[in-house]
DNA sequence: TATGAATGAGTGTTCATTCAT
DNA sequence: GATGAATGAACACTCATTCAT
C-alpha cells in the first residue's frame, strides 16, 4: 500500500537539498584536511560536489556557519558514542579502552573538523568558545575515569582535569600526526589496532597505581 | 659625555636593523599567539614594532620567510636544550624528567611558532617538511628513551616511534592548552612546576615496565 | 454543488492568478517602503505573498517590469482623479485645493513607488523617462492653475513651469517627509487634514496677487 | 625664513594622501549624480581618480564611511552658512532670501550626497539618523523664520514645523529637479538667479500675512 | 633604513533569474 | 500556477607586497 509509494518514490525525508547539503558538508571536510579552514574557498568545495559557489549559500549562511554545524554534528557523535557512562558489570579497564576507541574512530573520521576549529578558536571569539565546550565534554569524561582511578591508587596527588586534559590532547593530536598526510609518518600507514593499542597501553600504563622507577 | 653614551650602546654588530629585526620577530610571536598566523597581518606586527609596514620587507622577504626564520631558531633551541645525551652517570628516569622540562620550557615561551607551522604544514609543502623535521627530532630524542626503557621492561612490544610520537604530541598539545588564553583553563594560571610535574608522571608511568591492571 | 461554488467564486476574469499577481504589487510597495527598490528582494516580496520566488516570474517578467506595472496605475490614478479639468462653476481656490486633495491622497498611498521611481530614474533612462512623464502630468495640470492665477494678479512673472514643478515638489516630498517611517516627525501621526491644510494654504498664499512685505 | 619653505614645499597640511581623499570624494560626489548610491562602484570612483580600487580602503573605510564623511562636510556647511542668525538690522524678507539663496547654492553643488542621504536612510538606520538630523537643522532655522512671520501675521495657525519641513521640501527636491540631468527639465538650464527668484517669491508669499482669495 | 600611499589579485557573499519537477 | 534548488555574474573588501620619496 504505503509501502509501494515508499518503494517508487525517493524517502520523503531525503530531499534534494538535503542531499546536496549533506554533500558539501563531507566535501568541506575533505578541503579542509588538505587546505585547513582558512585556505579552504567556498568555490572549491562546491566545485568538488559538482555545483556553483552560489549554491553553497543555500544551504549555508557563511562559510563559519558550516563548520559551526560541523562542529555539531561532531560534538553531538562524541556526546553520544564515547561519554557512555561506566556500566555496573564493565571493568575500568575496558570501559577506558573503549571509551579511547571510539574518541580514536571518531577523531580519524573528523579530524579536519576539530584542526578546523582549534585554528579558528585562536582568532574567533565564538568557535573559542565551541572548541573549548567540545574539549571539556571530552576531558570531563576522562576526568571521572582518572578519578576512579585515583581511589584505586593511581596518579594520587595528580590534578584530575590537568590528567584528562594531558590525556585527550595526546590522543586527539597523535590521531592527526598518524592519520593525516602531514603527520609524523607520512609514508606509514597505521591501522586503527596498532593506533589504539598503543595509545591505551600508555593511557592504562600512565593511570595505574604502582610507582616503580622507570629503570629498576 | 659621548663616549659613554657609545660605551653604553651594544656592541657594533647590533645594529639598529638587528635590533628591529629581532623585534619584528618578538612581536610576530605575539601576534600569532592572539591571531594564529593566517590571522596574522604584516600591518599590525609593523605597529606592534612601531613601524610602517614597508620596513618588514627591508628585514623580510615575505610573511613566510618570517616564519621559516622563527622555526629556524625555535628547532635550533630544541636541538641544543633538548637533545642532550644521557649522560653515563644520569639516572634515565631524571633523564627524561630534564628533557621534557627543558621542552615544555621552550614550548612555553614558543608555542605560538609550532602553531603557526602546524597550521601551514597542511597547505604549504615547505613548511610541512620543515615543522615534520621539528616534531622528527624531538620523536627521535624520545624514541631513544623509550628503546632504552624497553630494555628494562616497559612498554614492551609497542613500536617506539608511535610511542615518542604520542609523547611528544601530548607535551605540545597540553602545553599549548595549559599556555593559550584559548586553552581548556581560560580561567587558571597553571605554573612551570605543576605542569612538568604532571607531564613527567604521565610519562614516567606510561614507559613502566610491569603492567598492574588499572583497578587493582 | 459545482454550480454553488461557481457562484461563489469571484467573477471568473479574477481567477487565481490575478489574485496573486495583485498581491504581489501589495507586497512590493510594502517592502519598497521599507527598504526601497534597490534593497527590495524578490523572494522577500514573495515571502510576504507566502509563495516561492520562482512564482513571481509567473506574474511578471522582471523586477524592473514590476516597478514599471506599478507605475502604470499610479500614473493612471493621478492622471484619472487628480487631472479633472475645472469645472464653470467652480472656484479657483477650491479646484486648487481638490486636486491637491487628490494629489495628497493618492501619494500617501504610493509614495513607495513614487520612491522607487525617483530612485530608478538616475541609473535607469526607462525609468527616467516614465518618472519624467508621471511628474510633467501633474506640473502642467499645476501650470494651468498657476497661468490662471496669473490672469488674476498672481505670482506674475514667474514661469508657471518652475512653479508648478516647486510645487508639485513641495506636496511629493512633503508627503513623503510627513508619511515615512524615516520622514521628519517619526513620533508624531499627521492626518490627512492638517497635512492637505497646511499644503493648501501655503499654495494659495504662494499663487496669490498681492505682494506685501513679510514683516508688515 | 619660514615663508621660503613654504614656498618650496607643498604645504605641510596638505599630504599627498590627502589630496586623494579630496580627489575620491569629488569624484564620488559626480558618479553617485549618474548612478546613485547604491549604484556607486568603488572601482568606478577610483578608475576616475585614476587610481586603483585598493586605494580607496586607504582612505575611507567603506563605502558607506564615505558617504558618512561627505555627510559630515554638507552638514557643517549647512550649519555655518545657512544657519546665520538674523541680524538685529536685517530685513526678515531679505534674511529669508539669504538663507534660502545659500541653500539653494549647497544643495546645488551637493545634492547628489543629499540624494544619496535620502535613499540610504531608508534602509539604514544609521544614515536614518543622520539624514534626519540634517533635516531637522534646516527645519529649525526655517520654523524660526516661520514664527517671526507669524507674529506679524502670517500663515496664522499653522504649525511651524510643518511649514518649515514642506518650504525645505520644496526648496531640495526643486533643487534636485532643476538641477539634475534626470530631472524635471533636461532640456534646459535653469540659473541660480532664477531658480531663486521663483523659490523665494514662493516662499514669501506663503508666509505672508493676508489672506486674499485666489481668484479675486 | 624607513615611510606610507598605492597596487591588484583574490574571495566571500548577494540576488535576480531559470528550470526541472 | 507553483516550487525551491541552482545559477553565475557582480561587487565590496582584504592584505601581502612594492616603490618613489
Redo the contacts with the bound molecule.
Keep these: 500500500m504505503n509501502d509501494d509509494s515508499e518503494l517508487n518514490e525517493p524517502s520523503p525525508r531525503v530531499?534534494?537539498?538535503a542531499l546536496?547539503r549533506t554533500a558539501i558538508m563531507q566535501a568541506a571536510k575533505r578541503v579542509i584536511a588538505i587546505d585547513g579552514f582558512a585556505g579552504?574557498?567556498?568555490?572549491d568545495v562546491?566545485a568538488a560536489v559538482?555545483?556553483?559557489?552560489?549554491?553553497?549559500?543555500?544551504?549555508f549562511?557563511?562559510?563559519?556557519a558550516l563548520l559551526h554545524e560541523l562542529l555539531a554534528v561532531f560534538q553531538h557523535r562524541l556526546r553520544v558514542e564515547v561519554n557512555a557512562p561506566l556500566r555496573a558489570d564493565e571493568d575500568p579497564s575496558a570501559h577506558l579502552e573503549n571509551r579511547l576507541r571510539t574518541f580514536w574512530r571518531i577523531y580519524r573520521e573528523d579530524w579536519p573538523i576539530a584542526t578546523a576549529a582549534f585554528q579558528m578558536s585562536m582568532a574567533d571569539k565564538q568557535f573559542a568558545r565551541a572548541w573549548h565546550n567540545i574539549r571539556q565534554q571530552g576531558i570531563r569524561g576522562f576526568a571521572a575515569v582518572v578519578r576512579a582511578a585515583q581511589k584505586s591508587g593511581g596518579s594520587v596527588g595528580l590534578d584530575p582535569e590537568l590528567v584528562a586534559s594531558a590525556v585527550t590532547s595526546m590522543i586527539e593530536y597523535a590521531c592527526y600526526n598518524w592519520t593525516a598526510a602531514t603527520g609524523d609518518f607520512p609514508d606509514r600507514f597505521i591501522d586503527d589496532e596498532t593506533a589504539i593499542g598503543v595509545l591505551s597501553h600508555l593511557v592504562l600504563q600512565a593511570l595505574r597505581g604502582s610507582e616503580v622507577p622507570l629503570n629498576q
Design positions: 530531499t534534494k537539498g546536496t579552504m574557498k567556498v568555490a562546491m559538482g555545483k556553483s559557489p552560489g549554491a553553497f549559500y543555500v544551504h549562511k557563511s562559510k563559519e
